[in-house]
Every structure is written in C-alpha cells, then in structure tokens.
C-alpha cells in the first residue's frame, strides 16, 4: 500500500511559479510510475504528465506543455510538478497518484491539494 501526500499549493497571481511536491511511503517509490492530474472547478479531471521510475517524463497536455515540468528524486521518494506563468485557468485541485506505467492505471492516490490563481 502506498501513501501519497501532496503539498506546495496555494494562491498565487497570474505569472507566479509554484511547485507542487508528492511524497510517498508505503512502497517501493522507485518502481512506480508517477503522474500528475488535476481537476478544475466543474470539470472533468486531467491528465498533466507522468514520470517513471528513472526519471524518464511524458507531458501530454497541450495546456501546459512548456509551462509545467515533472520530476522526482528516488532518494526522498518524492515526485515534484513545476508550474511556471500560472493563469486562472490553472485553478484546481492538484492530485498525484502511482501506477505502474504513465499512460495505464493509477492504483494509489494523493488527497490532492488546492491552487488557486488570482487574474
């Protein structure tokens, strides 16, 4: 069983960085793959990208290609997202999950953790 904690959002203006961490324990980090999603107000939830276990990353999002990267460091069983030149439309709630490859099924996930973006 792995447990996945996400920290890092908040308020932030429109052009502001943020970086979301996911920390994970429970399991063999390193062995799972890792993706982000997120799921704006009123809509369905969204793939951002994923990250395998040797640092290898995908991210197939046209919204966010070029602004948001992944990454992770094995040693701290940790998964980040960097999210640069935040619009309004970024506005939601962000959710890691661990899954045994990037483009199959999730099996673990985060509770999620909001970012709101202010115009």
């Known amino acids: 069983q792995v447990q996945l904690v996400e920290s890092g959002g908040g308020l932030v203006q429109a052009g502001d960085s943020l970086r979301l961490s996911c920390a994970a324990s429970?399991?063999?980090?390193?062995?799972?793959?890792m993706g982000w999603f997120r799921r704006p107000p009123g809509k369905e939830r969204e793939f951002l990208g994923g990250i395998i276990g040797s640092g290898s990353s995908a991210s197939p999002a046209a919204s966010v290609k070029g602004r948001f990267t992944i990454s992770r460091d094995n040693a701290k069983n940790t998964v980040y997202l960097q999210m640069n030149s935040l619009n309004p439309e970024d506005t939601a709630v962000y959710y890691c999950?661990?899954?045994?490859?990037?483009?199959?099924?999730?099996?673990?996930w985060g509770q999620g953790t909001q970012v709101t973006v202010s115009s």
């Open positions: 429970g399991g063999t980090f390193s062995s799972y793959a």
């Open positions: 999950a661990a899954g045994r490859s990037i483009w199959g099924i999730y099996d673990y």
